[in-house]
Protein backbone atom coordinates (compact mmCIF):
# COMPACT_ATOMS: atom_id res chain seq x y z
CA UNK A 1 0.00 0.00 0.00
CA UNK A 2 1.35 3.42 -1.09
CA UNK A 3 1.47 5.90 2.22
CA UNK A 4 -1.33 8.46 1.94
CA UNK A 5 1.19 11.38 1.87
CA UNK A 6 0.50 11.12 -1.85
CA UNK A 7 -1.81 14.47 -2.86
CA UNK A 8 -0.91 17.38 -5.38
CA UNK A 9 -1.33 20.38 -3.46
CA UNK A 10 -2.56 22.03 -7.26
CA UNK A 11 -3.94 25.21 -4.92
CA UNK A 12 0.33 25.41 -3.36
CA UNK A 13 1.58 25.12 -7.11
CA UNK A 14 -0.69 27.76 -8.32
CA UNK A 15 -0.09 30.07 -5.56
CA UNK A 16 3.98 29.63 -6.25
CA UNK A 17 2.73 30.55 -10.55
CA UNK A 18 0.87 33.44 -9.33
CA UNK A 19 3.52 35.04 -7.66
CA UNK A 20 6.24 34.19 -10.29
CA UNK A 21 3.92 36.07 -12.49
CA UNK A 22 3.26 38.98 -10.26
CA UNK A 23 7.54 39.17 -9.80
CA UNK A 24 7.60 39.25 -13.82
CA UNK A 25 4.70 41.93 -14.11
CA UNK A 26 6.58 43.79 -11.56
CA UNK A 27 9.71 43.52 -13.61
CA UNK A 28 7.51 44.74 -16.99
CA UNK A 29 6.08 47.34 -15.12
CA UNK A 30 9.45 49.28 -13.87
CA UNK A 31 10.09 49.11 -17.63
CA UNK A 32 6.40 50.80 -18.46
CA UNK A 33 5.48 47.72 -19.94
CA UNK A 34 1.95 46.18 -18.24
CA UNK A 35 0.22 42.71 -19.41
CA UNK A 36 -3.46 42.99 -20.15
CA UNK A 37 -6.55 40.43 -20.23
CA UNK A 38 -9.55 41.08 -21.70
CA UNK A 39 -12.70 38.88 -21.07
CA UNK A 40 -15.80 39.39 -23.22
CA UNK A 41 -18.87 37.62 -21.24
CA UNK A 42 -22.62 37.47 -23.41
CA UNK A 43 -25.41 36.91 -21.77
CA UNK A 44 -26.42 36.28 -17.67
CA UNK A 45 -25.14 32.97 -17.49
CA UNK A 46 -24.21 32.62 -13.27
CA UNK A 47 -21.16 30.00 -13.47
CA UNK A 48 -19.83 32.33 -16.07
CA UNK A 49 -20.20 35.67 -14.32
CA UNK A 50 -18.47 34.07 -11.37
CA UNK A 51 -15.74 32.79 -14.01
CA UNK A 52 -14.78 36.29 -15.25
CA UNK A 53 -15.15 38.26 -12.01
CA UNK A 54 -12.35 35.57 -10.75
CA UNK A 55 -10.07 36.16 -13.51
CA UNK A 56 -10.07 39.59 -13.45
CA UNK A 57 -9.58 39.91 -9.74
CA UNK A 58 -6.48 37.07 -10.43
CA UNK A 59 -5.17 39.86 -12.99
CA UNK A 60 -5.38 42.73 -10.36
CA UNK A 61 -3.40 40.79 -7.57
CA UNK A 62 -0.83 40.23 -10.05
CA UNK A 63 -0.33 43.67 -11.25
CA UNK A 64 -2.16 43.03 -14.59
CA UNK A 65 -4.19 45.46 -16.48
CA UNK A 66 -8.19 43.36 -16.81
CA UNK A 67 -11.19 44.38 -18.87
CA UNK A 68 -14.42 43.18 -18.60
CA UNK A 69 -16.83 43.63 -21.87
CA UNK A 70 -20.55 42.34 -21.00
CA UNK A 71 -22.67 42.03 -23.75
CA UNK A 72 -26.32 41.48 -23.29
CA UNK A 73 -28.04 37.92 -24.12
CA UNK A 74 -29.25 39.41 -27.36
CA UNK A 75 -25.99 40.23 -28.93
CA UNK A 76 -25.71 39.68 -32.24
CA UNK A 77 -23.44 37.44 -34.56
CA UNK A 78 -21.70 40.71 -36.18
CA UNK A 79 -22.08 43.08 -32.40
CA UNK A 80 -19.64 40.21 -30.80
CA UNK A 81 -17.38 39.71 -33.71
CA UNK A 82 -17.08 43.84 -33.95
CA UNK A 83 -16.08 43.91 -30.38
CA UNK A 84 -13.46 40.80 -30.90
CA UNK A 85 -12.19 42.79 -33.61
CA UNK A 86 -12.03 45.69 -31.16
CA UNK A 87 -9.82 44.19 -28.80
CA UNK A 88 -7.35 42.36 -31.72
CA UNK A 89 -6.70 45.87 -32.50
CA UNK A 90 -6.22 47.48 -28.61
CA UNK A 91 -2.76 47.02 -27.85
CA UNK A 92 -3.54 47.92 -24.32
CA UNK A 93 -4.58 43.86 -23.88
CA UNK A 94 -2.32 41.21 -24.92
CA UNK A 95 -4.73 38.53 -24.27
CA UNK A 96 -8.66 38.10 -25.25
CA UNK A 97 -10.48 35.47 -24.46
CA UNK A 98 -14.50 35.27 -24.74
CA UNK A 99 -16.31 33.14 -22.08
CA UNK A 100 -18.29 29.75 -23.14
CA UNK A 101 -20.28 28.98 -23.31
CA UNK A 102 -22.19 31.77 -25.28
CA UNK A 103 -26.10 32.30 -25.44
CA UNK A 104 -27.98 30.34 -28.08
CA UNK A 105 -27.86 31.23 -32.14
CA UNK A 106 -23.97 32.52 -31.66
CA UNK A 107 -21.41 30.64 -33.15
CA UNK A 108 -18.98 29.70 -30.52
CA UNK A 109 -16.40 28.54 -33.46
CA UNK A 110 -16.44 31.35 -35.56
CA UNK A 111 -15.96 33.49 -32.64
CA UNK A 112 -12.81 31.91 -31.73
CA UNK A 113 -11.73 31.81 -35.08
CA UNK A 114 -11.50 35.99 -35.06
CA UNK A 115 -9.58 35.80 -32.15
CA UNK A 116 -5.85 37.26 -32.83
CA UNK A 117 -4.09 34.03 -32.45
CA UNK A 118 -1.20 35.82 -31.31
CA UNK A 119 -3.39 37.21 -28.56
CA UNK A 120 -5.28 33.88 -28.14
CA UNK A 121 -4.55 32.82 -24.47
CA UNK A 122 -7.03 30.04 -23.89
CA UNK A 123 -4.59 28.48 -26.88
CA UNK A 124 -8.11 27.51 -28.95
CA UNK A 125 -7.56 29.24 -32.30
CA UNK A 126 -6.74 26.82 -35.62
CA UNK A 127 -3.57 28.40 -35.76
CA UNK A 128 -2.51 27.68 -32.31
CA UNK A 129 -3.84 24.23 -32.25
CA UNK A 130 -1.99 22.91 -35.27
CA UNK A 131 1.09 24.72 -33.72
CA UNK A 132 0.71 22.07 -30.89
CA UNK A 133 0.27 19.14 -32.83
CA UNK A 134 3.61 19.71 -34.91
CA UNK A 135 5.29 20.27 -31.46
CA UNK A 136 5.74 23.73 -31.93
CA UNK A 137 3.52 25.37 -29.14
CA UNK A 138 3.04 28.97 -28.60
CA UNK A 139 -0.37 28.67 -26.11
CA UNK A 140 -1.72 25.44 -25.14
CA UNK A 141 -5.11 25.11 -23.76
CA UNK A 142 -5.09 26.09 -19.81
CA UNK A 143 -5.83 23.01 -17.89
CA UNK A 144 -3.86 20.44 -19.92
CA UNK A 145 -0.76 23.11 -19.32
CA UNK A 146 -1.42 22.91 -15.80
CA UNK A 147 -1.79 19.11 -15.78
CA UNK A 148 1.81 19.88 -17.27
CA UNK A 149 3.02 22.00 -15.05
CA UNK A 150 2.05 19.95 -11.75
CA UNK A 151 3.71 16.69 -13.53
CA UNK A 152 7.06 18.87 -13.36
CA UNK A 153 7.08 20.42 -10.43
CA UNK A 154 5.82 16.94 -8.82
CA UNK A 155 9.29 15.67 -11.01
CA UNK A 156 7.18 13.46 -12.71
CA UNK A 157 8.77 12.60 -16.14
CA UNK A 158 6.81 10.81 -18.52
CA UNK A 159 9.63 9.84 -20.73
CA UNK A 160 9.20 6.48 -21.77
CA UNK A 161 6.62 5.72 -19.76
CA UNK A 162 2.83 4.92 -20.33
CA UNK A 163 0.23 7.65 -20.08
CA UNK A 164 -2.83 7.08 -20.99
CA UNK A 165 -5.57 9.91 -21.01
CA UNK A 166 -9.33 9.47 -20.76
CA UNK A 167 -11.17 12.15 -22.56
CA UNK A 168 -10.87 13.49 -26.43
CA UNK A 169 -12.12 16.71 -25.84
CA UNK A 170 -10.29 19.80 -27.97
CA UNK A 171 -10.17 21.81 -24.15
CA UNK A 172 -8.18 18.85 -21.76
CA UNK A 173 -8.15 15.02 -23.49
CA UNK A 174 -6.61 15.88 -26.59
CA UNK A 175 -3.79 18.71 -26.36
CA UNK A 176 -2.81 16.81 -23.09
CA UNK A 177 -2.23 13.56 -25.18
CA UNK A 178 -0.42 16.05 -27.26
CA UNK A 179 1.59 17.46 -24.38
CA UNK A 180 2.67 13.88 -23.16
CA UNK A 181 3.46 12.62 -26.50
CA UNK A 182 5.64 15.65 -27.62
CA UNK A 183 9.03 15.56 -28.48
CA UNK A 184 10.52 17.54 -25.59
CA UNK A 185 11.41 18.46 -22.10
CA UNK A 186 7.58 16.90 -20.29
CA UNK A 187 6.78 14.47 -23.26
CA UNK A 188 8.29 11.93 -24.87
CA UNK A 189 5.44 9.50 -23.16
CA UNK A 190 3.91 6.59 -25.25
CA UNK A 191 0.25 7.90 -25.22
CA UNK A 192 -3.19 6.42 -25.24
CA UNK A 193 -6.33 8.29 -25.68
CA UNK A 194 -9.78 6.60 -24.41
CA UNK A 195 -13.22 7.68 -24.55
CA UNK A 196 -16.54 6.73 -24.25
CA UNK A 197 -16.49 4.37 -27.48
CA UNK A 198 -13.47 2.49 -25.77
CA UNK A 199 -14.39 -1.05 -25.32
CA UNK A 200 -12.60 -2.66 -21.72
CA UNK A 201 -11.96 0.53 -20.92
CA UNK A 202 -9.87 -0.92 -17.76
CA UNK A 203 -7.73 -2.97 -19.50
CA UNK A 204 -6.39 0.39 -20.97
CA UNK A 205 -6.26 2.42 -17.72
CA UNK A 206 -4.80 -0.39 -15.90
CA UNK A 207 -1.34 -0.01 -18.09
CA UNK A 208 -1.16 3.39 -17.11
CA UNK A 209 1.77 4.41 -15.42
CA UNK A 210 0.20 8.13 -15.73
CA UNK A 211 -3.33 8.34 -15.74
CA UNK A 212 -5.20 11.68 -16.47
CA UNK A 213 -8.88 11.41 -16.06
CA UNK A 214 -10.96 14.27 -17.98
CA UNK A 215 -14.62 12.70 -19.28
CA UNK A 216 -16.32 14.40 -17.27
CA UNK A 217 -18.43 11.40 -15.49
CA UNK A 218 -18.37 11.34 -11.64
CA UNK A 219 -16.16 8.09 -10.22
CA UNK A 220 -15.98 6.65 -13.03
CA UNK A 221 -12.18 5.28 -12.62
CA UNK A 222 -12.36 3.18 -9.44
CA UNK A 223 -9.76 1.24 -7.81
CA UNK A 224 -9.72 -1.87 -10.16
CA UNK A 225 -8.98 0.24 -13.30
CA UNK A 226 -6.12 1.48 -11.97
CA UNK A 227 -2.28 -0.03 -11.75
CA UNK A 228 -0.15 -0.06 -7.97
CA UNK A 229 1.85 3.09 -8.08
CA UNK A 230 0.23 5.22 -11.08
CA UNK A 231 0.28 8.56 -10.94
CA UNK A 232 -3.34 9.88 -11.21
CA UNK A 233 -4.30 13.66 -12.27
CA UNK A 234 -8.31 13.54 -12.28
CA UNK A 235 -9.52 16.78 -14.07
CA UNK A 236 -13.37 16.40 -13.81
CA UNK A 237 -15.47 18.44 -11.69
CA UNK A 238 -18.89 17.04 -11.38
CA UNK A 239 -21.59 18.25 -9.24
CA UNK A 240 -23.29 15.66 -7.24
CA UNK A 241 -26.53 15.95 -5.23
CA UNK A 242 -25.82 14.77 -1.59
CA UNK A 243 -28.85 15.78 0.59
CA UNK A 244 -26.32 16.11 3.90
CA UNK A 245 -24.64 18.91 2.41
CA UNK A 246 -25.93 22.36 3.13
CA UNK A 247 -25.68 23.35 -0.93
CA UNK A 248 -27.38 20.29 -1.51
CA UNK A 249 -24.66 18.80 -3.77
CA UNK A 250 -20.93 18.13 -3.22
CA UNK A 251 -18.32 18.50 -5.75
CA UNK A 252 -16.15 15.05 -6.86
CA UNK A 253 -13.80 14.09 -9.86
CA UNK A 254 -13.74 11.59 -12.68
CA UNK A 255 -11.93 9.45 -9.79
CA UNK A 256 -13.38 7.76 -7.07
CA UNK A 257 -11.16 9.38 -4.89
CA UNK A 258 -10.91 7.57 -1.62
CA UNK A 259 -10.67 3.81 -3.24
CA UNK A 260 -7.99 4.70 -5.52
CA UNK A 261 -5.89 6.87 -3.62
CA UNK A 262 -4.22 4.36 -1.65
CA UNK A 263 -2.88 2.74 -4.76
CA UNK A 264 -1.74 5.63 -6.17
CA UNK A 265 2.07 7.10 -5.99
CA UNK A 266 0.29 10.80 -6.23
CA UNK A 267 -3.10 12.00 -6.85
CA UNK A 268 -5.08 15.52 -7.72
CA UNK A 269 -7.73 15.64 -5.19
CA UNK A 270 -10.98 17.07 -6.39
CA UNK A 271 -11.28 19.93 -5.37
CA UNK A 272 -7.57 21.47 -4.75
CA UNK A 273 -5.88 19.57 -7.52
CA UNK A 274 -5.74 20.69 -11.64
CA UNK A 275 -8.60 23.35 -10.72
CA UNK A 276 -6.06 26.31 -9.36
CA UNK A 277 -3.80 25.54 -11.80
CA UNK A 278 -6.11 26.63 -14.94
CA UNK A 279 -6.71 30.61 -13.82
CA UNK A 280 -2.65 30.19 -12.98
CA UNK A 281 -1.56 29.56 -16.30
CA UNK A 282 -4.34 31.68 -18.07
CA UNK A 283 -2.11 34.38 -16.15
CA UNK A 284 1.13 33.07 -17.42
CA UNK A 285 -0.27 32.38 -21.16
CA UNK A 286 -1.04 36.51 -20.66
CA UNK A 287 2.59 37.28 -19.66
CA UNK A 288 4.16 35.13 -23.08
CA UNK A 289 1.41 36.71 -25.42
CA UNK A 290 2.86 40.51 -23.79
CA UNK A 291 6.51 39.33 -24.35
CA UNK A 292 5.62 37.46 -28.22
CA UNK A 293 4.27 41.26 -28.80
CA UNK A 294 6.77 43.66 -27.06
CA UNK A 295 9.46 41.36 -29.11
CA UNK A 296 7.34 41.71 -32.31
CA UNK A 297 7.32 45.74 -32.28
CA UNK A 298 10.72 45.99 -31.25
CA UNK A 299 11.54 44.39 -34.11
CA UNK A 300 9.38 45.85 -36.84
Wanted: contains cysteine; aromatic residues 4%; negative net charge.
Amino acid sequence: MTEMNNLIDGKSVATDIRQEVKDAVEKRLNAGRQPGLALILVGEDAASKVYVNMKKKACEEVGMRSLIERMPAETTQTELMAKVEEINNNPDYNGLLVQSPLPDGLDEDAVVRAINPMKDVDGFHPQNVGLLTLGQRRFVPCTPLGVFELLERYNVDPSGKHAVVVGRSHLVGMPMALLLSQKARGGNATTTICHSRTKDLGAMTRQADILVAAIGRPEMITADMVKEGAVVIDVGVNRVEDSTKKRGYRLTGDVAFDEVQPKASLITPVPGGVGPMTVALLLKNTLLAEEYQFAAKISS
